[in-house]
């Protein structure tokens, strides 16, 4: 143990009996979780052309806390068999959800089809 002056330019100055090497790294540790930086990640939401809008608005609630976070959100509407004949109404129902975050998002990339699945990137606004 060890007699450590937390407050010097206090009148009286403050001691305190600690583990001096414990409080350094303490220190060093509370430094460098200040520093770090937030890793941008893509979390992707799934929808199927036939998800119900109580559902829709639950995945935006979800994918706008994802945005709120700095990550980077990709939407995608997944077509299996005959839904690929309806593209269009998974089209209106990814810009209805690109509608619901619309305060909070910006389509970074536009909705494209990607083999059976339409996929639209959004990025949290500056």
Not at 53 to 61: G, M, N, V
Not at 95 to 109: H, N, Y
């Amino acid at each position: 143990m060890d007699l450590v002056e937390v407050a010097p330019d206090e009148r009286p100055p403050v001691c305190r009996i600690m583990d001096f090497g414990k409080f350094k790294y303490e220190q060093k540790r509370k430094l460098t979780k200040n520093n770090k930086q937030h890793q941008v990640q893509i979390k992707e939401i799934r929808l199927r052309p036939k998800t119900e809008t109580h559902d829709i608005e639950t995945k935006a609630k979800q994918a706008r806390g994802f945005l709120e976070g700095k990550d980077k959100v990709k939407v995608t509407v997944m077509f299996r068999g005959r839904e690929n004949a309806h593209q269009d109404r998974g089209r209106d129902m990814l810009t209805q959800f690109i509608a619901l975050l619309d305060d909070v998002a910006k389509m970074e990339k536009n909705p494209i089809m990607e083999g059976r699945n339409l996929t639209a990137l959004l990025i949290p606004r500056a």
